[in-house]
């Protein structure tokens, strides 16, 4: 009944389609060059033959997926993949990084009427879902086509499934639509296979192997001369109260050690307010081009798509969502360049991807913000390991995780005989 409502609402919102997409693009949000892909309009040729689609959600998902990609494009049979994502960041990403046979869209609004153009223009023969992001009319409407549909990588907190579970009926048709979920953690595989779906199998974390964030060598080059003699401590994807926390760690740090300097990369770089919250501390933005320089305690890297070139700079790390109850954020990314990471108690989200980099002495829990303080104190000056031994480390845990993924699909989803 929900989900009946769910499509005549979204059917409704039909005539205020074109206001939203303005406003979108006024904001930045959407490109003015193809956001007519949103309401299902393909800007690309679609090849003649098999097209395998995959969907990831932003920037993150569509990292983890860049090498099951890889894997797809190898097989004979499939003549096109077609990657579609819902953020300009995540297109701005691939846009250098996609193989011969793979093109990227915009997922189309999870209007019925965009979704039919969308489905009828590229008649996928399978269908897979990266992560989190399930769309309800799109997920039943491709399965009304008998395209056949997985989740990868699948992640489900606790929260999420008590909210599926408020609207049994309606989640019940949605999630029995897919015939093959693969999960980050036992914990999403439990809550999938509650839902519906039979052919759930835990395979670990995608993003154990994906490539090294990129890193601009010549800014790069340019901070670390800048920041020459300076220890650098980097808090990384920072939520609201992190940044006030992370403050007066710095001011408490400067009083005695002056070449120590502090780079947060919020979450959100966008999100108001983020300056009142650091608080007795000289902070100095990028994107506003404006000059670090010895008396500088805070440089707020208020841009996109930059952290790579600051964990590469960093001597120490802090992963935010984890001091305040947000449940954490992934720390693969910042564990290729730096095994002095930190985090704090609220990490469900990501439970065994920490106990994981944990075992390996990449990151460690500290339980306050004194003792993260004390910690950042007592690995001063100590020899961080290299990149290359990180990666040998990173390597050794993922080398599984992507071969388990392909073995599943191909015997489930792409219908590829290995």
């Not at 956001?35 to 998902?61: D, F, L, M, N, T």
């Not at 770089?269 to 007795?280: D, S």
Request: glycine content about 6%; aromatic content about 10%; charged content about 25%.
């Amino acid at each position: 009944m929900l989900l009946r409502i769910y499509q005549i609402v979204s059917t409704l919102l039909l005539p205020f389609i074109g206001i939203y997409i303005k406003r979108r693009v006024r904001i930045k949000k959407e490109d003015p060059n193809r956001y007519k892909e949103r309401y299902g309009k393909p800007s690309i040729k679609r090849k003649e033959g098999k097209v395998i689609w995959i969907h990831a959600a932003s920037v993150g998902e569509t990292l983890s997926v860049l090498k099951v990609i890889d894997e797809i494009e190898k097989i004979e049979s499939v003549d096109q993949v077609l990657l579609t994502t819902g953020t300009t960041s995540s297109a701005e990403i691939v846009v250098n990084r996609l193989g011969p046979k793979t093109v990227h869209q915009f997922i189309p609004l999870d209007i019925p009427l965009f979704n039919k153009r969308f489905l009828k223009y590229w008649n996928p023969t399978s269908a897979i879902f990266v992560e989190s992001e399930i769309w309800p009319n799109l997920v039943t409407q491709t399965k009304k086509l008998q395209i056949k549909i997985a989740i990868i990588n699948g992640r489900m907190t606790l929260n999420s499934y008590s909210k599926w579970l408020r609207f049994k009926q309606s989640s019940e048709k949605i999630f029995k639509s897919f015939d093959l979920c693969l999960t980050q953690n036992e914990e999403s595989s439990m809550f999938y296979k509650k839902l519906g779906i039979k052919n759930t199998y835990y395979t670990g974390n995608l993003k154990f192997s994906s490539d090294k964030l990129k890193v601009d060598n010549g800014a790069y080059g340019d901070l670390k001369s800048i920041l020459k003699g300076r220890k650098i401590f980097l808090a990384a994807s920072t939520h609201l109260g992190e940044e006030k926390i992370i403050s007066e760690i710095t001011r408490k740090i400067r009083e005695t050690n002056k070449e120590f300097i502090t780079i947060i990369v919020p979450r959100h770089p966008n999100r108001g307010g983020l300056l009142p919250q650091m608080v007795n501390c000289k902070v100095v933005t990028r994107s506003t081009n404006e000059k670090i320089d010895q008396s500088t305690d805070i440089y707020l890297a208020d841009t996109f798509g930059e952290l790579g070139l600051f964990y590469k700079l960093a001597d120490f790390i802090f992963i935010g969502g984890s001091f305040v109850r947000h449940g954490g954020q992934n720390p693969i990314e910042a564990a290729y360049f730096c095994d002095n990471i930190f985090h704090g108690k609220y990490i469900e989200n990501f439970l065994e991807v920490y106990e994981t980099l944990n075992h390996l002495f990449i990151t460690e829990l500290v339980d306050n913000p004194r003792q993260l303080q004390v910690r950042l104190m007592n690995c001063y000056n100590q020899t961080p390991l290299g990149e290359d031994e990180l990666i040998k480390k990173i390597n050794l845990e993922a080398s599984d995780i992507l071969k388990d993924t392909m073995k599943h699909l191909n015997s489930k989803i792409l219908n590829n005989d290995i």
